[in-house]
């Protein structure tokens, strides 16, 4: 998996996505090309910008408090994807992957760093290369490749 994180260095982030908790990063070209790489992760996982922590899988919503209206639940959620907009025009400098723990470490240029951390021992993050239509799952104990169709 190292290589073909190896691989990815200097690609731009074309696209940033929030998926409830989850956050997806698009690389190199359009999202849905039929090329497109996109590195996806579960909670949980930090953004970090020159040394402190700008966004969280924690600071997402889920769901509404007592008495919100939909359109204030909608704000707060969508301040908190803001958070992590500095990534929409990063560009990849590394990518690491720990063998013990599968944790992932994107290190990206003006000092951001996105980084997963494993607590349970199933999927937290996968990598989808449309070009190859392969998806790697990574987790404790190995990587699980899949066709995507």
Not at 43 to 59: C, F, H, K, Q, Y
Not at 94 to 118: M, Q, Y
Request: charged content about 30%; some cysteine; overall charge negative.
């Amino acid at each position: 998996m190292q290589k073909i994180l190896d691989g990815l260095a200097g690609k731009p982030v074309t696209q940033k996505t929030i998926a409830g908790n989850s956050i997806e990063v698009w690389l190199g070209v359009a999202p849905m090309d039929e090329d497109a790489l996109v590195i996806w992760a579960d909670p949980p996982w930090r953004l970090e910008a020159a040394g402190r922590v700008v966004s969280t899988s924690a600071e997402f919503p889920g769901e509404k408090e007592d008495g919100e209206s939909d359109q204030a639940y909608r704000a707060r959620f969508d301040a908190a994807c803001a958070a992590s907009d500095g990534l929409r025009k990063a560009t990849l400098i590394s990518a690491s992957v720990d063998s013990l723990t599968s944790d992932l470490e994107l290190i990206f240029d003006g000092e951001l760093k996105l980084r997963t951390f494993t607590v349970w021992r199933d999927e937290r993050w996968h990598f989808r290369d449309y070009g190859q239509n392969k998806r790697y799952r990574v987790a404790i104990g190995g990587v699980e490749i899949e066709r995507i169709d």
